[in-house]
């Protein structure tokens, strides 16, 4: 089985600093690794997916994840946050399909970004 | 445009009552799901779905009920017989026979509170 821990409930930063949101995983199969985020009282929108393509990974709104096997992690970056990345960010793994299950997802419990201008 | 839409958006309950949650997708997906999310808790899936008139239990599904007669329809029940039914309920879906790589697309949500 898969599953996901995101280290940090809660990441506080400054308008324009780096950001680092980190994810570590754990499965005994490859597995595929994506990152949402969730503004308040919306659905979750997909920020970016690791699909063994490369080990970095760009997404949109200038995050970027790299994906370290050696490590079991893959942590979410953006050389500068803005206001508006404010928002609740969820890592999220997903194995091999499985007929009996389909294709499971395994949340992490998400970690919720704060920018303070 | 191609989308999941979730309604109502906010739902009361009143404590015994039975509740509907509607899930309605254009996007010719075969496979659909609810999650419940708590404060602090993630994602947890309820129930799923493959293919119409097929569903699965997922990891909290005692208390709740879905059905699938449509492939664009996916309303999940919340019975009485769930003891903490105040949450944010989301439906997402995924092309089946699609890699798992694939991201599911989520609603909006919905969210129900008890009163």
């Known amino acids: 089985a898969q599953s996901v821990t995101q280290l940090d409930s809660q990441v506080p930063v400054f308008e324009e600093a780096p950001v680092e949101l980190r994810c570590n995983y754990s499965?005994?199969?490859?597995?595929?690794l994506f990152w949402y985020v969730q503004y308040p009282n919306q659905g979750l929108q997909l920020l970016l997916k690791?699909?063994?393509?490369?080990?970095l990974v760009k997404g949109i709104n200038g995050f970027e994840a790299e994906f370290k096997k050696s490590e079991t992690s893959f942590h979410l970056t953006k050389p500068s946050a803005h206001m508006s990345d404010a928002a609740e960010y969820f890592c999220v793994v997903s194995g091999p399909y499985y007929s009996n299950s389909g294709y499971a997802l395994n949340f992490g419990k998400g970690t919720s970004l704060l920018v303070t201008p | 445009d191609g989308g999941i839409t979730q309604s109502p958006k906010y739902l009361f309950r009143k404590e015994g009552q039975n509740v509907t949650l509607s899930c309605e997708q254009n996007l010719n997906h075969d496979a659909m799901y609810w999650y419940r999310q708590d404060p602090g808790q993630g994602l947890r899936l309820i129930y799923y779905?493959?293919?119409?008139?097929?569903?699965q239990k997922g990891d909290i599904a005692e208390g709740y009920s879905v059905s699938r007669e449509k492939k664009e329809s996916f309303p999940l029940t919340v019975t009485s017989a769930q003891k903490n039914p105040t949450a944010f309920y989301l439906c997402a879906s995924i092309p089946s026979g699609s890699p798992s790589y694939n991201e599911q697309f989520f609603g909006p949500g919905t969210r129900l509170t008890v009163l």
């Open positions: 690791y699909t063994s393509a490369a080990t």
């Open positions: 779905s493959q293919i119409v008139n097929d569903f």
């Open positions: 499965s005994s199969v490859s597995v595929y």
